[in-house]
Each structure stands twice: as C-alpha cells, then as structure tokens.
C-alpha cells in the first residue's frame, strides 16, 4: 500500500483490509480483501499463517476483548480512511472456537443482567406497593371522611414512579401533611369540578382554579375529621 501513514502501535498482529487490488506475492491469489505486509510485500492470510482464523467486526466490545482473551492466534484488522489519512480499526481475527466460547460468555452475562433487571423490577414494585399503600392510609388518616377506593386511587395516581407527581417529590415520599393534601385536591379538583373543561375552553389555570376553589373545599371538608 503507497502511503506515509504509520499503522495502529502495539496493535499485535495487523491485517490490512486492501483499499486497491493487490495480489499475494507467495501464492498469487487475488485480488485481496484481506492481506498481511511483510517487509512491504503482500501475503493472502492462507499464506501468512491465518487463513484458518474469523472475522470479528468492531461494534461489540465485549465480544471482542472476550474472543482475543479465548483465541490462541488473534490479529487486529484495519484499513486506511484516505480522507482522515490514518488506518482505522474494522474488527479482529481470532479462532472460530475462541469467538464460540465468547458468545457463550457474553450470553451468560446478558442472561445474568436480564435476571437482575427482573429482580429489580420485583424490588421496586413492592417498594412501590408499600408505598402506594402507606400513602392512601395517609390520605384516609388526614381525611377520614374519603372512600377507601377513593383514596386508594389517589395514591395510586400520585405515588406513580417515574411520573413527576407530588407523590414521587420529596415531601411526597416523606408523608408529608402538605405533599399528601396536595394529592387530594389536584385529585378533587379535576374529578369533582368543571376545571379541565374551564381549562379546554381557554380559562388561565389561576382564574379556572379560582372559579372551582368553593367545590373543592367543600368535597375537602365532608372528608375532613368532624370537630366534636
């Protein structure tokens, strides 16, 4: 290959995937598409010794540092980008029982990460569930006067992972009176009152929550603690 550009270092053994035709100067096969350079003569990978070896392309990290690990004869493949004038990586060679036995490695540990995503997923769902739990028993203990469905779906809806809702805040998670009161009117207010309508009709959120204040307390205070 006529270039001045200098090949990876310490890459090991490199093979070159050729840029032009060239042929094997021992055998005289070709052209190449992958060739070996020795002394600045190209050899066919029959002829240079690693005929017997896969492809790998680069993409999978894992696989690829797993395969050099498990193969006794492994070299690097590279070709040269003309446009960035320097050799780039395009995968390796190593033994097709060597890349085998690390897929088989490689499956081992994505099955073991599936089952730990699982293990996870059960984890959060119950802290979740006692979550959900914890927090109706909060709005029943503030609002006595709520149906337990009620409240259960209150705290279903506020407590929902991931959804930005007053349950998953701070204040919600610790039980707090003012996070817990928010939840129920944000739940009143868009259940018991016209306020999505008022907004789908164009009212600003402040005036539409204005105009629907008296419904919502009202609702509150037949589920408030009778004072005796």
């Given amino acids: 290959m006529t270039t001045t550009a200098t090949p990876p270092a310490r890459a090991g053994l490199l093979v070159f995937q050729a840029v032009k035709r060239r042929h094997c100067a021992e055998c005289r096969t070709g052209?190449?598409?992958?060739?070996?350079?020795?002394?600045g003569v190209p050899r066919c990978l029959d002829c240079a010794d690693?005929?017997?070896l896969v492809f790998l392309p680069r993409g999978d990290t894992a696989l690829t540092r797993r395969s050099r690990e498990e193969s006794g004869l492994s070299a690097v493949?590279?070709?040269?980008?003309?446009?960035?004038?320097?050799?780039?990586?395009?995968?390796?060679l190593v033994e097709e029982a060597a890349l085998a036995?690390?897929?088989e490695r490689c499956l081992a540990d994505a099955e073991a990460r599936r089952r730990r995503r699982a293990?996870?997923?059960?984890?959060?769902?119950?802290?979740?569930m006692l979550f959900t739990q914890a927090f109706g028993d909060t709005i029943l203990r503030l609002f006595?006067?709520?149906?337990?469905?009620?409240?259960?779906?209150?705290?279903?809806?506020?407590?929902?992972?991931?959804?930005?809702?007053?349950?998953?805040?701070a204040a919600g998670r610790a039980l707090s009176e003012f996070a817990v009161t928010s939840a129920v009117i944000a739940a009143v207010r868009h259940a018991d009152t016209p306020y999505d309508q008022l907004l789908m009709s164009g009212v600003?959120?402040?005036?539409?929550?204005?105009r629907t204040a008296?419904?919502?307390?009202?609702?509150?205070?037949?589920?408030?603690?009778?004072r005796e």
Avoid: M
């Fill in 144 to 169: 006595p006067g709520c149906p337990q469905e009620r409240a259960r779906a209150i705290a279903a809806h506020a407590s929902l992972r991931g959804s930005g809702r007053v349950g998953r805040s």
């Fill in 119 to 128: 293990r996870d997923a059960r984890r959060r769902a119950a802290q979740d």
């Fill in 50 to 52: 690693l005929g017997h």
């Fill in 31 to 39: 052209p190449l598409a992958l060739l070996v350079l020795e002394e």
């Fill in 101 to 103: 036995r690390a897929e």
């Fill in 214 to 226: 008296s419904t919502v307390e009202a609702v509150l205070r037949g589920w408030r603690p009778t």
């Fill in 204 to 210: 600003p959120r402040p005036e539409a929550r204005r």
């Fill in 77 to 92: 493949v590279v070709r040269f980008n003309r446009r960035k004038s320097r050799y780039e990586r395009q995968g390796v």
